[in-house]
């Protein structure tokens, strides 16, 4: 089965600062998905990465994929209390479907 | 907008007692998925359907069962919940075609007393 390692666990931030997280898959990925939490709610999707070496931009968000396909990561530039949250990798080893996820990076941006 | 929609929003039942949650999308995706998520942690696939196909992971107990009457519901039914149920239960659905993103609904959290 995939397994999917997240680091950090967590991240104190002071407003403005840049951050990156970091998802770690033991085998190839087929598609690798970011999606934030906030506490006690629902999955909200960022971004999909499909392709070694892909990037993709939204806002101040950042996800790239590295060539091999094993290891992703989430970069936020000048963090905003908005940002807090808990993020979660999430991959999927065939062609639907089926995420797994990792344990989750929970980031708190101080004002 | 088209969305995903579980109900209750919070559920409380008693040790032993059965209790259903649902789920219902808008978006009149093939495949729905339930989701167990722990305090704490990512969150677990308990099973999932392909239009009417029903897929149970290997590891999800015989305490947890589901419906899909039709496209737009699906049902998780726990037949006698334990202390160790209570979680967020994450409704999820996704279109046929591969390398789609999955919708989420708002969750359910539940509480055995």
């Known amino acids: 089965s995939q397994e999917l390692e997240q680091s950090p666990q967590s991240l104190i931030v002071q407003e403005g600062k840049n951050l990156t997280i970091n998802c770690t898959s033991s085998?190839?990925?087929?598609?690798l998905y970011w999606y934030k939490q906030k506490y006690g709610e629902g999955l909200i999707f960022l971004m999909m990465l499909q392709k070694g070496g892909e990037e993709k931009s939204h806002e101040k968000i950042t996800a790239k994929l590295d060539e091999k396909k094993q290891q992703s990561s989430l970069h936020i530039t000048a963090s905003q209390p908005s940002h807090a949250g808990i993020y979660l990798c999430g991959a999927t080893g065939t062609s639907y479907g089926k995420l797994t996820f990792g344990q989750g990076t929970i980031l708190t941006v101080h004002p | 907008d088209a969305m995903v929609i579980q109900n209750p929003r919070y559920q409380v039942t008693q040790f032993g007692k059965p209790v259903t949650l649902s789920c219902s999308q808008t978006l009149n995706h093939n495949v729905m998925y339930w989701y167990q998520q722990k305090s704490s942690q990512a969150p677990k696939l308990l099973f999932h359907y392909y239009d009417k196909d029903f897929n149970n992971e290997a590891d999800t107990p015989d305490n947890f069962q589901s419906r899909r009457p039709n496209t737009s519901f699906c049902f998780l039914d726990i037949r006698s919940p334990g202390l160790g149920d209570a979680a967020m239960y994450l409704c999820?659905?996704?279109?046929?075609?591969?390398?789609?993103?999955?919708?989420f609904g708002s969750g359910t959290q539940l509480s055995v007393l």
């Open positions: 999820a659905t996704s279109g046929r075609q591969g390398n789609e993103k999955l919708f």
């Open positions: 085998k190839t990925l087929y598609g």
